[in-house]
């Protein structure tokens, strides 16, 4: 049969809470430094007392196994400790990202019943969160006795407890939630300590949303193994010269990272390091990017895996610069098939669907029994009953060598910087703006690693759809990462000979934009020239007015980083990331002749940045 089986680990080790394994590494090396963010540090037995308090007073509010609870938090110890004082106090978590706009989160709380959200007080979840309990993490005095946290309190068979949901982008036009019990995390991060393998005198920087799934490699596997976790700060997450300052202040040797984010730190200037271990995950792995990673790190590995089967599902150790590029084997107790449109296995070498297997197969969609049976089935190749395999949607081919080759997509979901898409839930929320008529997207690579979202629209009776109305409508109800960077208003959609919207004859937003019809004020002084220089070549727009802004013009967070770090070089004047959010060209341009490495903002634009630009803002490369 065209299938490959993870090493196995050992299943009574699964069978447990993932902070049960955290509590055990604490008990061995409680001294030992275990997390570092922004300036401060706790030790496992400092990590394990703050976790007692918060998980008692969670158990004194009612909260115990079956609860779900809502984590509304910047990136901070706060954050990593609530995580595990969740999963100790026997409840579940759901990540409720800063970065979403209060439309998604409103409905993400609805839909899962939360009870509780945990939140940062500057985050205004009380106004956002309406009807719901919020505990303000950072105004709550607890202590906590770390030697209370002993080992498997939940006893035989705690390992199906749920651990969290999480959610993503839906084809339906909302998101939906996917159920993640602590067994499959757990054999995930046990695989993980074995292959690629963590040891306790490793560093690893920590740079995804909680939002994201592989975050919780970056939070939970440095701390079963007694190694240390250094959070990025959201505002060091992305920018490519505070992340190298991170990586040279803690000596960081492990890291994890969508492509896009790994090019952004070698364009900041990273040199890499002789024992340097980097994961790729999230989107395609190109052979450029592999061979300035292979030049820089003693291993880079592809990863493979999606958040229904419990993070990274496969990897591979891509063996140096030039070689072929594999998503690789299974990881521990992990099945993979490929199979054709009958369900039968596929003869090495011919692509099929892949399905994934064994004990990272998530317990389902949260309230979602239609979609279960569509994409959770009865797993035909193993007798043990109740074994599932889930339907990934993608494309993939087993080589003579044992190695799995992706292949790409059988639907319209995609993958851009790291993030989870499906296209149909944009068409879904542009269609309900009163002046389209219909909407397909899809995705357009301008320049390796650089892939954006185009919207193409029909007019709905008579009305021109305004691509600045359009932007505002999507960023009120999807998070800055789904909002195309470009829209093009169409007559009819190109069709093929059975009536479906021929997405391949869609034309390139270049050839249909009007550029004549824009105003545009060309810049005059020489900081303005400079600025519409950098803008032009990293957006790839021809004309840049001084009243434009950098986001309408097509810019997404990535490319803000990349922009701040040119103007930077050119200039030795840093500009805070949120003025590209409120700020035209003109006024940006304005404050060039500060001081060297001047931060440009006021604390009026800091409360800015926790809110509208946390909105704005995608974080964490991908979900």
């Not at 109740?386 to 990934?392: A, C, D, K, L, P």
């Not at 219909?438 to 709905?460: C, F, H, N, S, W």
């Not at 000979?497 to 004020?521: C, Y």
Request: charged fraction near 25%; aromatic fraction near 6%.
């Amino acid at each position: 049969m065209n299938a490959a089986a993870g090493a196995a680990v050992d299943l009574a080790a699964t069978d447990r809470h993932v902070d049960d394994l955290v509590w055990e590494q604490a008990i061995r090396t409680p001294d030992a430094v275990a997390a570092v963010c922004d300036h401060d540090e706790l030790t496992y037995r400092e990590l394990a007392g703050r976790v007692a308090g918060l998980a008692a007073e969670l158990a004194q509010r009612g909260i115990g196994s079956g609860s779900l609870v809502g984590l509304h938090l910047d990136r901070s110890l706060d954050m990593l400790v609530a995580l595990l004082a969740v999963s100790r106090a026997g409840a579940a978590y759901v990540p409720l990202d800063p970065d979403f706009p209060a439309d998604r989160l409103r409905y993400m709380v609805e839909d899962s019943g939360l009870r509780l959200v945990l939140a940062h007080s500057w985050l205004d979840a009380d106004t956002t969160f309406e009807g719901v309990d919020v505990l303000e993490v950072d105004r709550l005095a607890v202590a906590g006795d770390a030697g209370s946290l002993l080992p498997s309190p939940a006893g035989e068979g705690a390992g199906a407890d749920l651990m969290y949901v999480l959610y993503t982008s839906g084809s339906t036009g909302r998101p939906k939630g996917v159920a993640l019990e602590h067994r499959n995390v757990a054999n995930f991060l046990l695989s993980m300590k074995q292959v690629p393998g963590i040891a306790s005198d490793d560093v690893l920087l920590a740079v995804t949303t909680l939002s994201f799934d592989i975050s919780g490699l970056e939070l939970f596997l440095p701390l079963i193994a007694g190694a240390r976790v250094v959070i990025a700060t959201r505002d060091e997450s992305a920018d490519g010269d505070r992340l190298l300052g991170l990586i040279e202040e803690h000596q960081v040797n492990f890291m994890q990272a969508t492509p896009s984010l790994w090019r952004l730190l070698i364009e900041a200037g990273w040199s890499g390091a002789p024992r340097f271990k980097a994961l790729c995950g999230g989107e395609a792995l190109p052979v450029d990017l592999v061979n300035s990673l292979a030049s820089r790190c003693s291993d880079v590995w592809n990863m493979y895996g999606p958040t229904e089967t419990a993070i990274w599902s496969t990897c591979y150790r891509i063996p140096g610069a030039d070689a072929p590029i594999y998503i690789g084997r299974p990881i521990a107790n992990t099945r993979v098939y490929v199979l054709d449109k009958s369900g039968r296995p596929a003869p090495p070498g011919v692509p099929g669907e892949l399905y994934i297997a064994g004990t990272g197969v998530a317990r389902g969609y949260l309230n979602r029994p239609e979609l279960d049976s569509e994409r959770f089935l009865p797993d035909p190749f193993v007798q043990a009953p109740g074994e599932r395999m889930y339907r990934t949607g993608d494309l993939g081919r087993f080589l003579t060598n044992g190695n799995l080759e992706f292949r790409g997509r059988i639907d319209s979901q995609v993958k851009v910087r790291g993030f989870r898409i499906e296209l149909g839930e944009i068409e879904s929320v542009l269609s309900g703006h009163p002046a389209v008529g219909g909407a397909v997207v899809r995705v357009i690579e301008v320049a390796p690693g650089d892939a954006r979202l185009v919207a193409y629209t029909l007019p709905r009776d008579g009305a021109q759809p305004d691509s600045g109305a359009l932007r505002e409508h999507l960023r009120t109800r999807l998070p800055q990462y789904m909002v195309p960077q470009r829209f093009v208003t169409l007559d009819a959609f190109p069709l093929l000979p059975n009536g479906k919207i021929d997405r391949g004859a869609l034309p390139a937003p270049e050839s249909m934009e009007d550029e004549a019809k824009r105003p545009v004020l060309a810049p005059r002084t020489e900081a303005e020239k400079l600025i519409a220089d950098v803008w032009s070549g990293l957006l790839r727009v021809e004309r840049v007015s001084v009243q434009d802004n950098f986001f309408d013009l097509g810019g997404h967070s990535l490319l803000v980083a990349a922009a701040i770090a040119e103007i930077r070089k050119r200039t030795g004047v840093r500009l805070a990331i949120n003025r590209f959010v409120f700020e035209t060209l003109e006024q940006l341009a304005a404050s060039l002749p500060g001081k060297p490495e001047a931060e440009g903002v006021d604390e009026q634009g800091k409360e800015k940045e926790r809110g509208l630009l946390g909105r704005l803002f995608g974080r964490g490369r991908g979900a």
